[in-house]
C-alpha cells in the first residue's frame, strides 16, 4: 500500500484560538498584532476578505480597523502555545509519523486504504480538532512535502474542497500546478522567486517542466529537489525527530527604553532562565551561548552588540549559562545608549544523553548533581502552577519593561484565576 503525506495547519491560527476562547468574536473581523502591539501578524477570514494587509503598522491601519469595526487583540503567546500542544497531541495519536514544523503546522505520514481515498480520514480528523479544541484546520494531501503544502493551499482557496484536498490521486494535475504562484511554492523564496520571473516561470507547473540544469546551476541541489518533488518525488523526508533543536532563542522587545546595566542584566536573565527550561524539555544541552542587544532602528544613535561564549562543558544548568551570560551582559553593554530589545540565542545544541566533560574536571560532581535536582524540581512547579511561580533573584524584575500588551485577552487557558466563574441556583 502507497504512504500519503499530509501537511495540516490551522486556519488564521491566532486569530482562530483568540475566537475559540471567546466566542463573542466568531463571525466578526479580527486582527491579531505583534510584540508592543506593532504590526497586523494574523486575520481572521472576515478581515482577509475586506483586504486588511499583512504586516502593516497598526497604528496606520487603526482608523480604518475602527470604522469596518474590527476587533483588535495582542499577541497571546500562552494561549497559542497551549492549543498547539493539544492540536499536536490529537495528530500524533491518528497519523503514523508526526513532523511538527511550527506552532500551527505540521506534516504526517499515512498509509493509504485499498481505495486510495483519504477524504474519510481526513474529514474525522477536521471535525474531531474543532470537536475538542474549537479551531478549523486544513488538509492537504501529496506524495511529498511540496506536493501537500499545494494541496493545502488550494484546499484553502477553494471553498468546494471544504478544507480537505488531495492532489495524490489526481491524475492531471497540471491545472492546480498552473494555480500556484511560483512565490507560494514552498521552498521557494524571495529572491528565488524573483529570478523565476526574470525567465518567465511565474508557476508551480512552469516550475516543474523548467530545464533542469538551469535550476542546478543556479540554486544546486536544493532548486532540483523541490523541482524533483513538484514531479512526483520524494526528496525531502519527513522528520518525526523535529523536537530535536538546532538552536533555541528568547528575545524581547521592552516596553519602553532602558539604559542602565541593572536592567539589562535582569532582561537576560530572565531569557537565560526560559531557554535553559526550553533545553531541559528538548533533553538538550548547550555548547555555545550568544546575547545582544539593540537600539531603535529609528534612533539617531543607533547600537547594537553581542558577545558569544563557549561552555567548557555542555550544559543546560540555569547556575552555569547564567554566570556566563552576565559576563557577555558586561562586555557588550554601553553607557547612554536607550535599549530597546535583547536576546540569548542558544547554539551548537546536542542531547543529553551523551556529555562529552574535561579529562581533570576538578569541579565537585555531588555539586553539578544536586543543581540538576534543584533544576527539575523548579521545572516541575512552574509546569504545575504556572511560569515563573519559582524563579532565581538574579531575574526577579520589580519594573514592568516586557511588551506592552493593552489589548491582550483575558481569558486564557494556562491561568486559573482567568477562568469564568459560573453561577447556577
Known amino acids: ?41 494574523s486575520r481572521s477570514a472576515e478581515v482577509r476578505k475586506s483586504g486588511i ?22 499577541s497571546n503567546y500562552e494561549l497559542y502555545g497551549d492549543i ?35 477524504n474519510p480520514w481526513a474529514k ?13 484546520i486544513s488538509i492537504g494531501i501529496g506524495v511529498n512535502k511540496v506536493q501537500s503544502k499545494i494541496a493545502n493551499h488550494i484546499a ?10 488531495d492532489m495524490g490521486i489526481i491524475q492531471n494535475k497540471d491545472q492546480y500546478l498552473n494555480l500556484i504562484e511560483i512565490e507560494k511554492v514552498w521552498g521557494v523564496g524571495v529572491k528565488m522567486s524573483k529570478w523565476f520571473r526574470r525567465r518567465g ?45 538546532k538552536q533555541i532563542s528568547v528575545s524581547r522587545s521592552f516596553s519602553y527604553p532602558i539604559s542602565n546595566l541593572e536592567e539589562l542584566s535582569l532582561a537576560i536573565s530572565h531569557y537565560i532562565l526560559i531557554a535553559c527550561a526550553k533545553l531541559r524539555k528538548y533533553n538538550q544541552l548547550c555548547s555555545e551561548l550568544t546575547i545582544f542587544t539593540n537600539s531603535s532602528l529609528y534612533s539617531r544613535d543607533y547600537f547594537r ?48 544523553k551523551y556529555q562529552q566533560r574535561m579529562l581533570f574536571n576538578t569541579k565537585d560532581s555531588k555539586s553539578d548533581l544536586q543543581l540538576e535536582y534543584l533544576d527539575s524540581k523548579i521545572d516541575s512547579i512552574n509546569k504545575k502552577y504556572g511560569s515563573n511561580t519559582l524563579n532565581w533573584a538574579s531575574s526577579v524584575i520589580e519594573k514592568d519593561w516586557s511588551p506592552s500588551r493593552k489589548k491582550l485577552s483575558k481569558l486564557r487557558t494556562k491561568c486559573l484565576e482567568n477562568i469564568p466563574i459560573v453561577f447556577c441556583n
Open 156 to 165: 484553502k482557496s477553494i471553498e468546494e474542497n471544504a478544507g480537505i484536498f
Open 124 to 136: 474525522h480528523i477536521r471535525a474531531l480538532v474543532y470537536q475538542n479544541i474549537g479551531i478549523p
Open 1 to 41: 500500500m502507497s504512504k500519503a503525506i499530509i501537511q495540516i495547519d490551522g486556519n488564521n491560527f491566532y486569530a482562530s484560538c483568540e475566537q475559540m476562547i471567546d466566542p463573542s468574536l466568531r463571525g466578526k473581523g479580527l486582527v491579531i498584532l505583534s510584540n508592543n502591539d506593532g504590526c497586523i501578524i
Open 201 to 245: 516561470i511565474t508557476n508551480a507547473r512552469e516550475l516543474r517542466d523548467m530545464k533542469r540544469e538551469e535550476i542546478k546551476y543556479k540554486f544546486g541541489i536544493v532548486g532540483i529537489r523541490i523541482q524533483n518533488e513538484l514531479k512526483g518525488e520524494i526528496c525531502i523526508p519527513l522528520n518525526s525527530n523535529s523536537l530535536q533543536r
Open 305 to 352: 552588540n553581542d558577545a558569544t561564549s563557549k561552555l567548557e562543558i555542555p550544559s543546560n544548568n540555569s547556575v552555569t549559562i547564567l554566570k556566563e551570560s552576565l559576563l557577555l551582559t558586561k562586555k557588550i553593554f554601553r553607557p547612554y545608549n536607550k535599549l530597546t530589545k535583547a536576546g540569548v540565542i542558544m547554539k551548537k545544541l546536542q542531547s543529553d
Open 84 to 118: 498547539s500542544n493539544r492540536l499536536m497531541s490529537i495528530l500524533s495519536e491518528h497519523c503514523e509519523k508526526l513532523e511538527v514544523y511550527s506552532i500551527d503546522e505540521a506534516f504526517a505520514c499515512i498509509t493509504r486504504p485499498k481505495d486510495q481515498n483519504l
Open 53 to 74: 494587509p499583512m504586516g502593516k503598522p497598526y497604528f496606520k491601519l487603526k482608523q480604518k480597523l475602527n470604522k469596518l469595526n474590527i476587533e483588535v487583540r495582542s
